[in-house]
DNA sequence: ATGATTTCTGCACGATCGGTCAACATTTTT
DNA sequence: AAAAATGTTGACCGATCGTGCAGAAATCAT
């Protein structure tokens, strides 16, 4: 046949091979950027070559399509299980929580899309006014409700979410930048003083 | 001669070119990166023929190194004027005041930084643990005497100053996150709400 | 075992990019 | 005005990259 992934039916071992094509293409397209990327490097990393690359993927764009789309959902999962059902404080710090621990577990993941973002998102352009706007949208709301019941200190909630996500990617995004500032020292703790600061912040700020 | 710039003395015309070739770079870099862009779409950007941008700088590497260098001054600049003389709240907002209008008036820079270090910063590796972390200690040093003699609250004033960065940087860099999520109407004034959240949050967050 | 299907490689094409060089044009200097 | 220095362009080269394709090799079904 000419190429795998032609039909949606996928094989155990063309879902294996595409398993390691994606997690080198995360490797490379993290630290590289998709245009700075090259398939011989991807294929290297995954242990290929490059022609078996391209068989099992149409191309380098679509690798890093396909790659983008797939971690999208465990991206926002976190802002996804924040509800209207726990305490207000609790609900904040636990997403905070989660949101350090993925700068702190998944520091590809988050370069990935920042860097997409950083420049213009031409792949992720459809989405983010549709379904992130959405999702954003309906836990701003919750936690203005909760900021209207008095349990929150009044504050602007698409703001707040943001000021959230700028300050928890810092820490993965600018990982080069925090480790050269706070020497090699500090540089161990800097996830945990991270959390410990963010958090700390945000009760002073949203205390009622 | 062979080529401009190989002796250090510039004529008015040399720098004027030098400057748009700068310009240009700014905008083309910025947008798709280093590897990303292309030395003819600076050279169209210039409104110069790629050969003759070649001929006032030794490559696009060159370009790309000299134009991150004499950008490099004027980002920390902001961080330089924030010194023990002024009124603790008063010196740390006006900070605010000035990242959140560099994010405005500069997007590009904010992402071309952004992109760098993102990548792991390979062209200023030598310059980030020696002078900017100088810098961020003097300036952390200042803020943490000010805590000392409790005018702030206590918190780590490493993270306060990488906290800053993050929320105020994030409004260049996401700028399209950003919009996407707050639609069209509420886009108009996002520097503006941005500027006073963050404020807020830091009034609530030091004051004593 | 044998034929069909899947997987992988060798070869190579076309395009693009960074950079070189010689020649030509313009400006400045004497 | 002549000469020298500076500025600009066209033609081109080597390298790299993404991709296509024929067919070999391996795996699987019968």
Redesign the pocket.
Known sequence: ????GTTARK????ME?RQAIFEAALDVFSEKGLRG?????VAKAAG?????????F?????IYAELLESLLQKWVQPLHDLTADGDPMDEILTYVSRKVQMSRNMPRESRLFATEILHGAPRLGEVLPTDLKALVDEKAAIIQGWMDAGKLAPLDPHHLIFSIWAMTQHYADFDVQVRSVLGSERSATRFEDAERFIKDMLIRTLRP
Request: glycine residues 4%.
């Open positions: 046949m000419a190429r795998a094989t155990r071992n063309q091979k990327a090259t398939l011989e490097q290929l070559s490059k022609q078996n690359v391209v068989y099992y149409a191309g380098k764009d679509e």
